[in-house]
């Protein structure tokens, strides 16, 4: 289960109930097996990409949800803006038009060698959880 908007992993920590209440404990008591949720407000953009890389990475790391987003923050925070445009542009599964419009944000925004994910704001907030259960 992926919730990737914002502050979805968050509790109500004003609650005075020694239970941990929110949505992803909500997923969990429903049997998610992974769930990958935000501890604060998130850039849409920023979001996006983090996301389309994560399930792009999936397959690679034999479906671990933790390890495929650990190294998909590992990379897309390192990788400068050539980087990025780059791997957009070998991209099949998005159409041109969506290509473009990405490139030209990048484009605009930031220099070829910068960060653009550089900044924890734009990858920290993802965490992963993949409850235990046991017998």
Same mark, same amino acid.
């Given at each position: 289960?992926? #919730?990737?908007?914002?502050?979805?992993? #968050?509790?109500?920590?004003?609650?005075?109930?020694?239970?941990?209440?929110? #949505?992803?404990?909500g997923f969990i008591?429903?049997?998610?097996? %992974?769930? $990958?949720?935000?501890?604060?407000?998130?850039?849409?953009?920023?979001?996006?990409?983090?996301?389309?890389?994560?399930?792009e990475s999936l397959? %690679?790391?034999?479906?671990?949800?933790?390890?495929? #987003? %650990?190294?998909?923050?590992?990379?897309?925070?390192?990788?400068?803006?050539?980087? $990025?445009?780059?791997?957009?542009?070998?991209?099949?599964?998005?159409?041109?038009?969506?290509?473009?419009?990405?490139?030209?944000?990048?484009?605009?925004?930031?220099?070829?060698?910068?960060?653009?994910?550089?900044?924890?704001?734009?990858?920290?907030?993802?965490?992963?959880?993949?409850?235990?259960?046991?017998s």
């Open positions: 289960m992926t #919730l990737s908007a914002c502050e979805t992993g #968050l509790i109500d920590f004003t609650n005075n109930s020694d239970e941990y209440i929110g #949505l992803t404990s008591h429903a049997g998610a097996v %992974n769930i $990958i949720s935000s501890l604060w407000a998130v850039s849409d953009f920023h979001t996006a990409l983090l996301m389309i890389k994560f399930y397959p %690679n790391y034999q479906y671990n949800v933790p390890l495929a #987003l %650990n190294n998909t923050q590992q990379w897309i925070r390192q990788a400068t803006q050539t980087q $990025i445009i780059n791997w957009i542009q070998d991209m099949v599964k998005i159409e041109f038009s969506q290509k473009q419009q990405i490139i030209d944000y990048l484009a605009k925004e930031y220099k070829p060698e910068q960060q653009p994910f550089k900044k924890p704001e734009y990858w920290a907030a993802f965490c992963a959880i993949s409850p235990v259960y046991s």
